[in-house]
């Protein structure tokens, strides 16, 4: 890893040091300080974004774009740095970096660029006025979506790059037209700066605002906290844990003037294997299950942590298939120490609820994730509370239901899921008329037939759901749909046309 950059901040266009410092924790590599954030900075960060609101938002479609482009080509150039300096970080192969996750955060930026040339998204309305209308004339009525102002973004643990620093949070907001401030997570602090230094790149390029853009560093818990209580933030973009997501949304909506926060938070993604699919073809569903709950050490917010069967030869051969296939798993590194321990806790957690039985047990290694997985009936999964808790990492739970109705059971007691996932052959459509519903209530993505590891990046993704898996089950922080947590609905009546907006401009 890189050790001759001078780390620091980026306020407004300035690189910005502070005293104190956090060490990072690599993999390979020495560690390396950065500074830590402190409040007085964020509100530096935050009121040059405010200050730059104004001229931020005026800016073009077509210059936004513009911009966001640029983004994509900095990120691009700086591949082989950020390559290495990732793997160091976190773990992550060279192919998760290089092939996968740099090219998705590029062409992300790009989706959007896109996505606000075409328009649409503005949802313009023109309802003309009728003078002559009895009983009462109707006035000129315009209305258009607009940018909410300043955003703080939380970068993400699991994903050092698509749900980052310059991850879909940041280019929605960007596209929204409404400046950024991130707080980079201290996990991959090299990484995130990397990105931050992209970011100001294309922004010196495209001649936008100074403010439009600022990278804090983390390292104490009172950065978060300062920039989620800063008067001028208007909304929060946050990935990660239920425990610190929630603390984050209860401070937005303890403030003096409460914000939206829209949090991503945890998920099991629970897949139903349908009587005739089950008996069909178990045995290569429980082997594809492994194969999905083991991909990224299960480091997925959409890892589908339990799967629910009718119980009987195929869901032996569904748990047997599974268990021969995650035996053979190699380990693999973990994102953080947090995140190991938390597995291994998790994982013990589960092992020891009473009526659960362990098919697989490993010794998972300090910073290395070894699979396990468990046998459960629907009557205790549905007794005991802490099995529908996430467990980041390969982690798996196979829950047997005695007939139809019980599986119902299981569907309704789900808590909001970002996806939930339907295995069935087209003897089972019965089961599924009773099921879609209750999937539909509970999930933002509906699968048939799949693993919902892997979100596309596209129009019509949700990615998202009911609490807890998400804060505010109307968006999406995946797709372009994702902006409009970044805009909201003015309504203009009789506006002299000399004062149009140009987007409003017929």
């Known amino acids: ?57 005026a800016t073009t479609r077509e210059d936004r774009a513009a911009f966001l ?38 062409n992300q930026m790009r989706l959007f660029a ?15 006025p009728l003078p002559d209308r009895k009983p009462m004339p109707r006035p000129d009525l315009r209305m258009i979506q607009r940018p909410i102002g300043p955003v703080a973004i939380f970068g993400a ?52 605002p100074a403010g439009a853009f600022s990278f804090v560093h983390g390292g104490d ?60 073809r178990g045995g290569e569903i429980g082997k594809n299950w492994a194969g999905s709950l083991t991909m990224g050490a299960g480091q997925f917010c959409t890892n589908p942590g339990i799967v629910i069967v009718m119980d009987g030869p195929g869901a ?21 120490d947090g995140i190991a321990a938390a597995y291994r806790e998790g994982a013990v957690r589960m092992r020891e609820v009473r009526g659960v039985e362990t098919v697989l047990e490993t010794e998972p ?21 802490t099995l529908g808790e996430e467990v980041f990492g390969p982690v798996g739970l196979i829950v047997r239901c005695r007939d139809a109705g019980e599986m119902a059971a299981v569907a309704r007691a789900m808590r909001g899921q970002l996806t939930v996932t339907f295995h069935m052959d087209d003897g089972d459509a019965a089961e599924m008329r009773t099921l879609l519903p209750l999937a539909e209530r509970r999930a933002g993505r509906v699968l048939f037939n799949g693993f919902p590891t892997g979100v596309e990046v596209a129009d019509a993704m949700v990615h998202g759901g009911p609490y807890p898996a998400s804060t505010n089950f109307g968006a999406t922080s995946v797709g372009t749909l994702a902006i409009r947590r970044f805009l ?13 907006p140009d987007d409003l401009r017929a």
């Not at 690599?26 to 830590?36: E, K, L, Q, Y």
């Not at 896109?114 to 003309?128: G, Q, V, W």
């Not at 909201?488 to 149009?500: A, F, N």
Request: hydrophobic share 40%.
């Open 316 to 336: 032996d051969a569904l748990r047997d298939a599974a268990a021969a296939a995650l035996r053979d798993a190699a380990p693999q590194t973990m994102l953080t």
């Open 488 to 500: 909201r609905p003015v309504c203009y009546q009789d506006i002299p046309d000399s004062l149009l």
């Open 221 to 280: 818990h009172a950065v978060g906290q300062a920039l989620v209580r800063h008067p001028l933030i208007r909304a929060v973009g946050f990935t990660g844990s239920l425990k610190g997501g929630r603390a984050l949304f209860d401070l937005c909506a303890s403030r003096e003037e409460p914000i939206p926060f829209f949090g991503e938070l945890g998920s099991v993604n629970p897949i139903f294997v349908l009587p005739e699919a089950s008996a069909a």
């Open 157 to 208: 643990s699991n994903f050092p790059l698509a749900f980052s620093t310059a991850g879909g949070d940041t280019a929605a907001a960007l596209a929204a037209g409404c400046p950024v401030v991130v707080k980079g997570h201290e996990g991959h602090p090299g990484t995130a700066e990397l990105a931050a230094e992209a970011i100001e790149a294309a922004r010196q390029r495209t001649g936008m």
């Open 365 to 385: 290694g300090a910073r290395q994730a070894t699979p396990f997985l468990f046998d459960t009936d629907a009557q205790t999964w549905l007794a005991e509370e």
């Open 69 to 106: 482009k640029a983004i994509a080509e900095e990120l691009e150039t700086r591949v082989d740095e950020i390559t290495e300096t990732a793997m160091a970080e976190t773990g992550l192969p060279e192919p998760r970096i290089r092939s996968v996750e740099l090219p998705r955060t590029a």
């Open 1 to 57: 890893m890189t050790q001759n950059r001078d780390a620091g901040h980026l306020i407004a266009g300035e690189r910005v040091s502070s005293g104190a410092t956090f060490a990072s924790s690599p993999v390979t590599g020495a560690a390396r300080d950065f500074p830590i954030g402190t409040p007085d900075l964020i509100d530096r960060a935050v009121v040059t974004a405010d200050d730059a609101f104004g001229a931020y938002a």
């Open 114 to 128: 896109r996505h606000i040339r075409d328009s649409d998204y503005l949802d313009r309305r023109h309802d003309e």
